[in-house]
């Protein structure tokens, strides 16, 4: 064999590799199949050090299709008034039924310069939190889903601000 059709040969094997490997990622996908949403309802601290903290979000995953996606983990960055706030991976799976939605805890991770910027907003008396999570549903055979949804969270009153004194009562001297 001569080294020319060596090469034809070994780039004939090589794309057709590289063509099932294509395939195979996008059997993890039905053709047609819509974007699930995601969406921030919850955040909780968790753990942290004092370079370091953790918190739990809880994220809800809309699946609009007729049928359930298997998510075999995810990735995702947390930005919260326009600035990067915490980043996390998961690798817990979940089932989120067809015309469902399910909830996924995942463990964020944030230092102390990000929640030092979110407590100055928050201390300029802001009413709401911007949010824009985005990431990656990860589905198995090199597939899967990004993500980028923004949304915005309420804050109660009286949240971040500091704490107001009441007058003394006055006190009856005998």
């Known amino acids: 064999?001569?080294?020319?059709?060596?090469?034809?040969?070994?780039?004939?094997l090589l794309a057709t590799g590289l063509g099932l490997t294509v395939l195979g990622g996008c059997a993890g996908l039905q053709l047609g199949m819509k974007?699930?949403?995601?969406?921030?309802?919850d955040i909780r601290p968790l753990d942290g050090t004092l370079l370091e903290q953790r918190f739990v979000l809880t994220l809800r995953v809309t699946n609009p299709n007729t049928s359930e996606i298997a998510i075999e983990g995810l990735n995702f960055r947390l930005d919260l008034n326009g600035q990067q706030f915490a980043t996390g991976v998961?690798?817990?799976?979940?089932?989120?039924p067809r015309?469902?939605?399910?909830?996924?805890?995942v463990t964020a991770?944030?230092?102390?310069?990000?929640?030092?910027r979110q407590?100055?907003?928050l201390a300029k008396g802001r009413d709401r939190v911007d949010y824009?999570?985005?990431g990656r549903l990860v589905t198995g055979n090199f597939g899967g889903f990004d993500f980028d949804e923004t949304g915005e969270v309420g804050m109660?009153?009286?949240f971040g601000e500091s704490p107001r004194r009441e007058p003394a009562p006055p006190v009856e001297k005998f």
């Open 1 to 12: 064999m001569t080294n020319a059709a060596g090469r034809r040969r070994f780039a004939g």
């Open 99 to 105: 015309l469902g939605d399910g909830l996924v805890d």
């Open 35 to 41: 974007k699930p949403e995601v969406a921030v309802v």
């Open 132 to 134: 824009r999570v985005r």
């Open 119 to 121: 407590f100055r907003e």
């Open 109 to 116: 991770t944030t230092g102390l310069a990000s929640l030092m």
């Open 156 to 158: 109660p009153k009286g």
């Open 90 to 96: 998961s690798n817990k799976p979940v089932v989120i």
